[in-house]
T-cell receptor, first 113, second 115 residues
């Protein structure tokens, strides 16, 4: 059972455009949603994260929009740059003392110049 | 200085052989994790641990064992390696306290090829 779903699998945008990456989840107990990015032949690293007390989290060109009622969130990358080309993973953590994350399968973003 | 290191960085193993992947962290974190990454599957949790001498099953534990002899070290053991275990394996650590430092810090990965 896949608890965190991402779409699209891959996305290509032109430099300067806004890329929108989608994520949905099933478990209503999830209380923390980080996005990790991974460049080719490198390890994943935290990009930005949000908790359900907020419906928006911004960090420079990266913004998470969160809809708790619909169990959906999205990552918006404005003014996309070729250096943003990477695979983006949405993840979720259940509440309580267990700190493990459930990752989605990822969206591979390519930014063309 | 890298805070999570893994060894070996790559390995070729034979089917049915034993493989041990090692992870060492200097973050002073309580939680450590082992993931495998396959194309199209993202990151899947194999085992994790929140204290020395104790391990927990993740989402895909079958065929794998884990060992946490100290806070800093966490090993993944494949007793009888199989072709289907060819993948990239990542170790990660976090403080797991649910606060600002929920971040998982990943090691560089180990590329395992089982022939």
């Amino acid at each position: 059972q896949q608890q965190v779903r991402q779409s699209p699998q891959s996305l290509t945008v032109w430099e300067g455009e806004t890329a929108i990456l989608n994520c949905s989840y099933e478990d209503s107990t999830f209380d923390y949603f980080p996005w990790y990015w991974q460049f080719p032949r490198e390890s994943p690293a935290l990009l930005i994260a949000i908790r359900p007390v907020s419906n928006k989290k911004e960090d420079g060109r990266f913004t998470i929009f969160f809809n708790k009622r619909e169990k959906k969130l999205s990552l918006h990358i404005t003014d996309s740059q070729p250096g943003d080309s990477a695979t983006y993973f949405c993840a979720a953590r259940a509440g309580g003392s267990n700190a493990k994350l459930t990752f989605g399968k990822g969206t591979k973003l390519s930014v063309k110049s | 200085e890298a805070a999570v290191t893994q060894s070996p960085r790559s390995k070729v193993a034979v089917t049915g052989g034993k493989v041990t992947l090692s992870c060492h962290q200097t973050n002073n974190h309580d939680y450590m994790y082992w993931y495998r990454q396959d194309t199209g599957h993202g990151l899947r949790l194999i085992h994790y641990s929140y204290v020395a001498d104790s391990t927990e099953k993740g989402d895909i534990p079958d065929g794998y064992k884990a060992s946490r002899p100290s806070q800093e070290n966490f090993s993944l053991i494949l007793e009888l390696a199989s072709l289907s275990q060819t993948a990239v394996y990542f170790c990660a650590s976090s403080d797991g306290l649910g606060g600002r430092e929920d971040t998982q810090y990943f090691g560089p990965g180990t590329r395992l090829l089982v022939l």
